[in-house]
């Protein structure tokens, strides 16, 4: 898998490859997404094997993991007592790290999905009997990650209508 790092820096801790960091301690969902993840693996639909899956209760330490694997698929929950603070940080999270995917467990029962959505969060779940969708986004995250930017652009340029007539090639940057 191609690791892009758009935070460039000495220490190698930032290449480390993405992780899955659930904000949620209890390992209900986590079992959770390894099932749904064998179930699609045993179906076809995703190859990979599941990311490493890392703990971060606090909105410090999300930050802090993000900055050590900017990549990684990031599952926030609503039950969180810091669910203000990511709420707050989100935003910034989203410009700091635009190879993040996040992804919230909304268990209070009050429908937060068009805000959430409006701040740039991917999937909103409420039970762990959703959990599939969750995978899907999830491998939807890490194929993103394995296409170069320069196949992305050759992608673009491709659909658009003038590609057929002039026949040039997509700058490159």
Request: glycine share 6%.
């Amino acid at each position: 898998m191609s690791q892009l790092n758009p935070h460039p820096s000495s220490s190698d801790e930032s290449n480390l490859p993405p992780a899955v960091i659930f904000q949620h301690p209890g390992r209900v969902w986590q079992l959770a997404l390894f099932n749904a993840w064998n179930s699609l693996q045993q179906v076809g639909q995703v190859w990979q094997p599941l990311p490493r899956i890392l703990v971060a209760s606090t909105a410090d330490r999300i930050e802090s993991v993000l900055r050590n694997r900017p990549a990684s698929f990031t599952v926030l929950s609503t039950k969180s007592p810091h669910y203000q603070t990511w709420l707050q940080r989100l935003p910034g999270w989203r410009r700091q790290f635009p190879l993040a995917t996040f992804c919230v467990i909304n268990t209070s029962g009050i429908d937060l999905q068009p805000g959430l959505w409006e701040l740039g969060v991917r999937c909103v779940i409420q039970s762990t009997w959703e959990m599939e969708i969750l995978a899907r986004w999830l491998a939807w995250h890490l194929r993103r990650l394995d296409e170069s930017p320069n196949e992305w652009l050759k992608g673009l340029w491709d659909r658009l209508p003038w590609a057929q007539w002039g026949g040039k090639e997509p700058v490159s940057g």
